[in-house]
């Protein structure tokens, strides 16, 4: 299984609303990454879960909540957004040798995140 | 913070025609990856290039990697209307940072 799944696949959500994107992995994987993605640019990192630890944030808001439960699962709870963060969120895995990532990252099909 | 620049930003080629993007990045790396993406979904891992290897081949794809000039090419032979997509590179970063960090990607259109 080389699968990453990412729920739901698309979701529309209110500025007061709280909400949970989900990303599970069965690869073994000890790397996990979310990473969003606006029209036409590349994908950027949020944060970076290692051994289930968080391991990088990159500066994201607070509304932006990381949670990983087990090696497998990468969540990101979602509350107060603003319609700026309309965008694709991915959520990434790999292994780990040491400090250096010396396979691929294996990406989920991401979920289309409508703030209104 | 993006560390590979794609080149160019786009291209439109007739399908049986082969396809070259390009890739510079700034810092040192450990190793550097070409992923697609069709139209903006997940991203598909397509071939990783390690820093003491100069060319490598899967299927239909050569990808080259020059560390004295920082930079990196793709190479699409015979390409295909399914090639459509959208190709990023990405590096591991320098420290030795494991994380993929992408460029701002080359949007290929393969016409029938």
């Known amino acids: 299984d080389t699968e990453v799944t990412q729920t739901p696949k698309h979701l529309v959500m209110g500025m007061t609303n709280k909400k949970s994107l989900k990303c599970e992995q069965h690869?073994?994987?000890?790397?996990m990454y979310w990473y969003k993605q606006k029209a036409k640019k590349p994908p950027e990192l949020m944060f970076v879960?290692?051994?289930?630890?968080?391991?990088i944030n990159e500066s994201v808001p607070s509304r932006f909540s990381p949670e990983c439960p087990n090696s497998s699962l990468l969540n990101l709870h979602l509350h107060a957004l603003q319609p700026e963060d309309s965008a694709l969120y991915l959520c990434?895995?790999?292994?780990?040798?040491?400090?250096?990532?010396?396979?691929?990252?294996?990406f989920g099909q991401g979920t289309r995140l409508t703030v209104v | 913070s993006q560390q590979g620049e794609e080149d160019p930003q786009a291209l439109s080629i007739q399908e049986g025609e082969n396809a070259t993007m390009n890739c510079s990045y700034k810092?040192?790396?450990?190793?550097l990856q070409w992923y697609r993406q069709n139209s903006g979904r997940g991203l598909v891992h397509l071939i990783l290039?390690?820093?003491?290897?100069r060319e490598k081949h899967s299927g239909r794809l050569r990808v080259t990697l020059d560390t004295s000039k920082k930079s990196s090419s793709l190479l699409i032979t015979a390409s295909r209307a399914a090639d459509t997509a959208s190709y990023f590179c990405?590096?591991?970063?320098?420290?030795?940072?494991?994380?993929?960090?992408f460029g701002r990607g080359t949007s290929l259109i393969v016409h029938p």
């Open positions: 690869m073994g994987h000890r790397a």
């Open positions: 290039i390690r820093s003491n290897e």
């Open positions: 810092t040192s790396i450990n190793n």
């Open positions: 879960y290692s051994y289930e630890k968080l391991s």
């Open positions: 990434a895995s790999s292994s780990r040798g040491g400090t250096v990532m010396n396979t691929e990252a294996f």
């Open positions: 990405a590096t591991d970063g320098s420290g030795g940072s494991y994380i993929p960090t």
